[in-house]
């Protein structure tokens, strides 16, 4: 699926649309507020900007997202595999365990889910 | 508008000579922590912004500058001056001479004045559109930056960390900065809050709007805002070792942060370089404390030198020119060249008006008896008057005494009195700015008679000798 380019501060709004929606925008443009610290009129237009690229929905003063946190997660992280990894899922993972000690429960899952995908 | 533009540019040229001393103050003062030279930049501020300011022994700004305009507005004074007229008998009128009296010459001149100060405020406004609509348009474009905590917000669309907003101002940053980073940038920036800069640059590029016109100012201001940010790199770093600076150094290099930072985030005239911020940095020494005393003492024999204006000798000239009917050292050439020799009374040294006290202004209201001066009759002015009509006009009042003739001490009337307890003045003041008098007045006091009188209005440096000498007196009607 071609997921649209949510920015990173887009990305930070879809965060808590994904956490509450469906809401009504009056309540989302609250929300915003306190945790984002925008403005009601910023709120709506980032709503219009993003249903326009076809990321959330408004119906009725109802909004709602069309792409779901693990899609835009799954994009972004695709886009930046092949930006810093070449494409190279051992590359990644070798940076990823570097940067940060895996517990070995972590490490376990992992293994699991390579296993998983190797069928 | 003329008379608007004519004032600011008296003003830029004053300043701009601030300008220079300053800037020779910030070579010698090269080592030195650049919050001083931040200072020093105020004082030109300062000087912009006031147009009177106190009166010192100790001002170095040449009175000069004063007049500077006078010659060029000597020009412009034909067009509105008062002139006799004569189909209204013996009344003084203000009148705009007919075209054919006025010279090709001059009317040429009037002209491009107003064209000039057309440009001028063309220019001021464009640069303040261009201003208001890039702070709006960064305001829409920043919008969306989501906030970090307390007045820090993010976003994907800054390059480079600066501050926006005056009353609440915001730092924005990038979203992917290190932990590292991130510290010193806030650091940097939340030191650009505390100085206040997030203000001081904005009003600095408005006071640029006004005097676009003027290079040195350009120069004063984008050398401010360099200034700005080192003395920011230096509030952060002062305490740091050597360790630490390193890291601000690296961070410096990292974001960019020298094209940052920015009070008014798109008011940005090219890059300090970031080589120059960096080496600053890794040089840095804690100043001692002498310095700040003698940075102290420097700001403030600057400001006393250049704060202040001349003693109000320009005004006193204004007086001895024309109490006397002869001027002081500055005209003494000029006019001599054109008045008879016998007309040269031999008191007064014209050394005296600097160390006079200014001569009180208030004998204006006391017009009821001191202003009948019996010498004005028992003197014969008439050698004074070069022009015809002033003598008919004389004699004529005289005879029909429907009018009375009475002197007035030359005086001054400073802008404040234009509303006095006292009661009104009207257009009777000497006018500092051109070195020109307006004396065609309107004196009422609620209680007596209301005053009016015309005499032609003089300026300083003009040929038009007679219309000085045509002030001494003046009608009531």
């Not at chain 2, 000497?430 to 020109?436: A, E, K, R, V, W």
Request: proline share 5%; net charge negative.
């Amino acid at each position: 699926m071609n997921v649209p380019v949510i920015f990173d501060s887009e990305y930070r709004f879809c965060l808590i649309l994904w956490e509450v929606e469906p809401v009504k925008s009056a309540k989302l443009a609250e929300l915003c507020k306190e945790r984002l610290g925008w403005s009601r009129t910023t709120t709506y237009t980032v709503i219009k900007r993003l249903s326009d690229r076809g990321v959330v929905q408004n119906v009725n003063t109802i909004v709602s997202s069309l792409i779901s946190k693990e899609e835009a997660q799954i994009s972004e992280f695709e886009q930046m595999m092949e930006k810093k990894f070449e494409g190279s899922l051992p590359a990644f993972i070798a940076a990823f365990a570097k940067s940060r000690k895996l517990k070995k429960d972590e490490a376990d899952a992992l293994r699991r889910m390579i296993e998983s995908a190797e069928k | 508008m003329t008379f608007v533009f004519l004032s600011v540019l008296r003003i830029s040229i004053t300043a701009a000579l601030v300008t220079s001393v300053v800037l020779l103050a910030r070579l010698l003062l090269k080592g030195a922590p650049r919050w001083i030279t931040c200072l020093m930049w105020m004082v030109v501020a300062l000087r912009l912004l006031c147009p009177v300011l106190p009166q010192s022994r100790l001002s170095v700004i040449p009175q000069n500058t004063f007049y500077v305009q006078s010659a060029s507005l000597e020009q412009e004074n034909i067009d509105t001056a008062l002139v006799f007229d004569e189909s209204q008998d013996r009344e003084f009128t203000r009148i705009t001479p007919p075209v054919e009296t006025q010279s090709q010459a001059s009317l040429g001149k009037t002209q491009l004045a107003d064209v000039v100060s057309c440009v001028w405020v063309f220019g001021a406004s464009l640069m303040m559109l261009y201003g208001a609509v890039s702070y709006l348009r960064a305001r829409c474009r920043f919008a969306d930056a989501v906030l970090y905590k307390d007045n820090i917000r993010m976003s994907e669309k800054v390059s480079s960390p600066f501050v926006m907003g005056f009353l609440k101002p915001q730092i924005y940053i990038p979203f992917n900065l290190d932990r590292k980073t991130r510290k010193q940038v806030l650091l940097h920036e939340q030191a650009h809050i505390k100085r206040l800069d997030h203000i001081w640059k904005p009003m600095g590029f408005v006071l640029l709007c006004v005097h676009w016109f003027n290079p040195l100012l350009w120069a004063a201001y984008l050398l401010f805002c360099a200034d700005v940010e080192v003395a920011c790199d230096e509030k952060v770093i002062r305490n740091y070792k050597l360790g630490q600076k390193k890291s601000y150094a690296m961070a410096l290099l990292k974001c960019k942060m020298p094209s940052g930072s920015r009070a008014v985030y798109p008011i940005a005239f090219g890059e300090n370089s970031v080589g120059m911020r960096i080496k600053k940095t890794l040089k840095y020494r804690r100043p001692a404390a002498v310095i700040g005393v003698f940075a102290l003492v420097l700001i403030v024999s600057l400001s006393l030198c250049l704060l202040t204006d001349p003693i109000a000798a320009a005004q006193q000239d204004m007086l001895k020119i024309y109490s006397d009917g002869r001027v002081t050292e500055e005209y003494t050439e000029y006019t001599q060249a054109q008045t008879e020799p016998e007309t040269e009374p031999a008191t007064q040294p014209v050394t005296e008006p600097q160390t006079e006290e200014p001569t009180e202004p208030e004998q204006y209201y006391e017009y009821e008896d001191t202003y009948y001066s019996e010498d004005y009759y028992t003197e014969d002015y008439s050698d004074d008057y070069s022009d015809d009509y002033s003598d008919d006009y004389y004699y004529e009042s005289e005879e029909n005494k429907e009018t009375e003739k009475i002197q007035i001490e030359p005086f001054t009337i400073p802008y404040e009195s234009m509303t006095n307890p006292f009661g009104e003045f009207d257009y009777s003041f000497y006018d500092n700015t051109f070195g020109s008098l307006y004396q065609n007045g309107y004196y009422n006091n609620g209680i007596s008679e209301p005053i009016r009188w015309d005499a032609p209005r003089v300026n300083i440096g003009s040929s038009r000798q007679d219309e000085a000498v045509g002030w001494k007196s003046a009608w009531i009607y």
